[in-house]
């Protein structure tokens, strides 16, 4: 369910320098006999690129999110997409989640709706007349940042946001029945729920009563990076071609 990993491979063999996230990734390439002189661990750039679009006092760009229709309530992101959900999965996970909207009046819901129609329509169908759900069109880095920040967390199988939201202290409840993010469920900061209708009401209702474990997992240390994986890299490659002499320290978890 990884295409990416197909460039990643290709890619691969012909890299000089290699820009392990974490420390897991790089036994990955180690595995794969790439010399430990060619890598380095620098978090993830992603991280770096959260200090530039989130604020505190952000404006949305969005017109149904300017207003901030979730005043008052818990917000809660949901995003799924992913070709293995199309069809009942997807039906499943929306069926969850509007038992959660209509049976929490202090729950909002808003959902950035892929724009394929094997998505869409299985969205609309079973949400577009909820009370207190938003579906919007998918939404620009800006906006879909700051509203990951305001989330109390996100339902998703995204692969991304798994990086993104836990350096916002947003934790994500993944459906998925595995993810190529092992390091963020080993840091309980995303927990993997697959798509089962029944386990994702259930999942998404103990994170949404349960105030401890929302805390554990909102302050649960990304380990993904701490926003200076760029100054890693820049150093790196200075330091690969001799024009610094001093070799980055590497990102630890």
């Not at 499943?92 to 724009?115: G, R, S, T």
């Not at 798994?162 to 963020?184: C, F, K, M, Y």
Request: charged content about 30%; proline content about 6%.
């Amino acid at each position: 369910p990884f295409p990416e990993e197909m460039n990643r491979q290709l890619t691969g063999v012909l890299t000089d320098l290699h820009f392990a996230p974490t420390d897991k990734a790089k036994e990955n390439l180690l595995s794969e006999n790439i010399s430990s002189e060619k890598i380095h661990v620098t978090g993830n750039t992603v991280i770096d690129a959260l200090e530039y679009t989130v604020d505190s006092d952000y404006n949305y760009k969005n017109e149904r999110l300017k207003k901030r229709p979730w005043q008052g309530k818990k917000l809660l992101l949901m995003e799924v997409h992913r070709r293995e959900n199309w069809g009942q999965p997807i039906r499943n996970v929306c069926n969850a989640m509007k038992e959660i909207v209509l049976q929490n009046e202090d729950v909002f819901l808003v959902f950035p709706v892929h724009l394929n129609p094997v998505v869409k329509d299985v969205v609309e169908e079973e949400l577009s007349m909820i009370k207190r759900v938003l579906l919007v069109d998918p939404l620009d880095a800006n906006d879909f940042h700051n509203l990951m920040a305001e989330a109390e967390f996100l339902v998703s199988d995204s692969g991304g946001v798994q990086e993104e939201a836990p350096a916002l202290g947003t934790p994500v409840l993944v459906t998925r029945d595995v993810t190529e993010r092992p390091e963020a469920v080993e840091a309980n900061t995303v927990k993997v729920i697959g798509t089962d209708q029944e386990t994702v009401y259930k999942e998404t209702n103990l994170l949404l009563k349960d105030e401890k474990l929302l805390e554990l997992m909102s302050k649960s240390v990304n380990p993904y990076g701490d926003g200076k994986a760029s100054e890693r890299i820049v150093c790196a490659i200075l330091f690969h071609f001799g024009i610094n002499n001093k070799k980055p320290e590497p990102w630890v978890y």
